[in-house]
């Protein structure tokens, strides 16, 4: 059902007899089919605070619930999700089948000022957020290992998701592949990365924020979960890559973004152009290892691991 979206014309209703000279013509009826999304900032804002509202109501019903209880809040939580990549499919297509139009031609425009250094064009529609899994600044060397990194992304949201630490929170995520592109699709958070930032780095390594002593703790707590050990970055101890960010969230709950370095790179090869970026172990594989491993650093920071003896998470 990979069709391309098209949008459906007005049809008019024929007229079912012949006016009369000197008459008001007969009334035709017709039916119109709206094709522009709802772009709007209202309205995307209350779709992305029902999903995080919903889905946060219903993990915390999960952690403290009975049995019963705990099923029939998983259904809900699978109807939100369900809900969630149902509209992340439906929009994403109509941005790839668009991708190469002119601006002045797309029925869904791309909106500058979201602020980032990877990726490329950026959208919003339904509380969700877009973006292109392209090497926008030639660091990753290629677009397909852009797209693997976009991978990457998803199994670090859901390597922190199943690590069960109560208080730390992640969106709603996705990927669309369609005709050739990858797009990430995620929900929109209430942060503001100018004032509620306050662990790891937003501007590739230049300043490292690790300020809140309880958000730092539960860092630490998750990654013994993932089995990832800590490391010195600049005057601050990361328990995570040092490029993921860590906010308290306008609504006062820890949230975490950026998830693309979550796991330890393979052994880099010289051929490849930073293959310590797209070249990542497999969870799996993290997993069961009784010495933690660390996770990659950005081209830009210089990070000092721990010796073996004192692995923060052993």
């Not at 592109?181 to 509620?196: K, N, Y």
Request: charged fraction near 20%; aromatic fraction near 8%.
């Amino acid at each position: 059902n990979d069709r391309a979206w098209q949008p459906t014309p007005a049809a008019a209703a024929p007229c079912s007899r012949t006016p009369r000279a000197n008459s008001a013509p007969a009334p035709t009826t017709t039916t119109t089919r709206s094709c522009t999304p709802p772009t709007g900032t209202n309205g995307s804002s209350r779709r992305s605070r029902r999903y995080n509202g919903l889905r946060l109501k219903l993990r915390c019903e999960c952690c403290v619930c009975g049995h019963a209880e705990r099923i029939q809040a998983n259904l809900k939580l699978l109807k939100v999700t369900s809900d969630f990549l149902f509209t992340a499919r439906l929009y994403g297509k109509v941005i790839l089948s668009e991708a190469e139009l002119p601006y002045e031609q797309k029925t869904i425009k791309p909106i500058s000022g979201l602020g980032g250094w990877l990726g490329g064009k950026k959208y919003i529609v339904c509380g969700i957020l877009f973006k292109f899994a392209v090497d926008h600044n030639g660091l990753f060397g290629s677009d397909y290992a852009a797209a693997k990194v976009a991978g990457h992304e998803l199994k670090g949201c859901a390597g922190y998701f199943n690590s069960g630490v109560p208080d730390l929170h992640v969106p709603l995520m996705c990927l669309v592949d369609y005709r050739g592109f990858r797009l990430i699709a995620m929900s929109i958070l209430p942060i503001d990365s100018r004032r509620t930032l306050l662990y790891g780095s937003n501007d590739a390594g230049r300043s490292v924020h690790a300020s809140d002593a309880t958000l730092n703790q539960l860092m630490r707590r998750s990654a013994r979960k993932l089995n990832i050990s800590g490391h010195r970055v600049g005057q601050h101890v990361l328990y995570s890559a040092a490029d993921l960010e860590g906010h308290r969230g306008l609504d006062g709950r820890y949230y975490l973004l950026d998830f693309s370095r979550t796991f330890p790179p393979e052994v880099p090869i010289k051929s490849l152009r930073n293959a310590h970026l797209s070249r990542l172990l497999r969870p799996e594989f993290v997993r069961p290892r009784s010495r933690p491993p660390q996770p990659p650093a950005p081209p830009r920071i210089r990070e000092t691991p721990f010796p073996p003896t004192s692995a923060a998470c052993s």
